[in-house]
């Protein structure tokens, strides 16, 4: 995997060995970065982070602030190479927790512009539930936007969270991104 733009183009992101986690393509973040367009300055938070590819993506485009949320703990160790490696140590905070019991230590951090969110397809509405029930207890900034990767052939059309709605629905190839805004 590498970085597809930004300050940080074409250095390379480790992902954790093994089949837990499932980066999200490059083609996918490319695109969706495309769809989401100007990044810079917002604070975001990368939900289910895996190799933090997301939100590194995120930080090269010139966020100003990220937080990575993940609990493996080899992804963990992932992540915080990857930021140290590519110099974003200081932009970035990395929380080992499950979604579901990361609530007080993110709201320290918080509002967030973006939320950055790409869950295990496996258990995909029980880690939708997760996120609905963190983002009902956790700032999100007014018009904030949030971005759910999920399998193109699973619409989560049905996904309901208190505040949001959803506005786009993006799909390439297995993968489908919906996007949904916050007020």
């Known amino acids: 995997m590498r970085v597809?733009?930004?300050?940080?183009?074409?250095?390379?992101?480790?992902?954790?060995?093994?089949?837990a986690t499932r980066p999200t393509t490059d083609r996918v973040r490319e695109a969706?970065?495309?769809?989401?367009?100007?990044?810079?300055?917002?604070?975001l938070v990368d939900?289910?982070?895996?190799?933090?590819?997301?939100?590194?993506?995120?930080?090269?485009?010139?966020?100003?602030a990220a937080c990575f949320v993940e609990s493996s703990n080899p992804a963990v160790g992932c992540i915080r190479a990857n930021l140290d490696r590519l110099g974003l140590a200081d932009r970035a905070v990395v929380?080992?927790?499950?979604?579901?019991?990361?609530?007080?230590?993110?709201?320290?951090?918080?509002?967030?512009?973006?939320?950055?969110?790409?869950p295990p397809w496996v258990n995909l509405e029980q880690a939708l539930r997760a996120v609905a029930r963190l983002l009902q207890?956790?700032?999100?900034?007014?018009?904030?936007?949030?971005?759910?990767?999920?399998?193109?052939?699973?619409?989560i059309d049905c996904w309901s969270c208190p505040g949001l709605t959803q506005v786009d629905r993006r799909t390439w190839g297995d993968s489908a991104v919906s996007l949904f805004r916050a007020g």
């Open 4 to 19: 597809i733009a930004g300050g940080l183009r074409g250095r390379s992101i480790r992902a954790p060995r093994g089949s």
């Open 32 to 43: 969706l970065f495309e769809v989401l367009g100007d990044v810079s300055q917002v604070r």
């Open 47 to 64: 939900l289910y982070a895996g190799s933090g590819a997301l939100g590194i993506e995120a930080l090269s485009r010139g966020a100003r």
């Open 95 to 118: 929380i080992r927790a499950r979604v579901e019991s990361a609530h007080a230590r993110l709201r320290r951090h918080g509002p967030f512009d973006l939320v950055l969110c790409d």
């Open 137 to 155: 207890t956790n700032r999100l900034a007014d018009g904030s936007t949030v971005v759910v990767v999920h399998p193109s052939r699973q619409p």
